[in-house]
């Protein structure tokens, strides 16, 4: 099976890096012409570059730009007004225990996780609508259906990104717009690296070690045993954006190494 995507626009939300990184990449290969984003202008610069030497001779350009505010998603819809694939990828994750999150901290979890998905979707899903075609898709996680305690308002945001899904899903019924979300789980990126190593240091071990005994003991019933990589991740993103998943709506598909223990 060959995902074409030639012709059509991706906008991948917070994705100099990590699993938006490999999405936009893997959207890019296949022929998409893709649109990167993030913060920092050197980051943006510096992941089209990559995509560049990875063999991608398509077009692909960056925007920087906060995409948890509403002045940084302005920012980006008037740069790109119209975009036929989005991947609402932003995220941020803390570890903080219940008692000592503050209103700030949770506000601040939602701005991000959530608000900058329904800012990007209200306006791009309308134009997929008109034209007759588009996909729409949330980067939750696991932990939306498995609260961790050492970050609840994490996972009570990434919850919240499931129900966005599937309302907007509802909502576009028919228009042959698809929206999905996919919960990654544990999955080897910047910033789980660079938790890693902060744990290491704290434990006195390797941040190999401290990953491996993370799995072990905070996500116990994974199948795989292991972190997966970003780009497992993206290939699971990247089939839901293409023609060939046009019956997959409303859904959450699971790419979690099978740490949820249910059958469905």
Request: aromatic share 6%.
């Amino acid at each position: 099976m060959k995902l074409d995507f030639t012709g059509k626009r991706a906008v991948v939300s917070g994705s100099t890096s990590g699993i938006g990184f490999a999405i936009a990449q893997q959207l890019c290969l296949s022929g998409a012409a893709v649109t990167i984003t993030g913060r920092v202008q050197e980051h943006v610069d510096h992941a089209v570059e990559s995509i560049h030497k990875a063999g991608c001779d398509l077009s692909i350009q960056g925007v920087m730009a906060d995409l948890g505010t509403a002045v940084g998603a302005a920012t980006l819809i008037e740069r790109v007004p119209e975009a036929d694939i989005l991947i609402n990828n932003l995220g941020i994750f803390e570890w903080r225990e219940f008692f000592q999150t503050s209103d700030e901290d949770w506000e601040r979890m939602f701005q991000v996780n959530v608000m900058s998905g329904v800012r990007l979707s209200r306006h791009y899903a309308q134009g997929m609508m008109k034209r007759g075609w588009g996909r729409v898709q949330f980067v939750s996680s696991e932990a939306a259906v498995q609260t961790p305690p050492e970050m609840v308002h994490y996972g009570v945001s990434k919850t919240a990104q499931l129900g966005l899904s599937r309302g907007l899903a509802e909502s576009l019924a028919g228009t042959g717009v698809t929206v999905n979300a996919i919960l990654p789980g544990p999955t080897r990126t910047t910033g789980a690296d660079e938790f890693f190593e902060r744990l290491g240091r704290e434990q006195g071990i390797s941040a190999a070690l401290a990953e491996s005994e993370f799995v072990v003991r905070n996500r116990p019933s994974s199948l795989i045993r292991r972190m997966a990589t970003a780009e497992e991740v993206a290939y699971m993103s990247v089939f839901l954006a293409s023609e060939q998943a046009s019956v997959t709506t409303g859904d959450a598909i699971r790419v979690d190494g099978g740490i949820v223990r249910s059958i469905l």
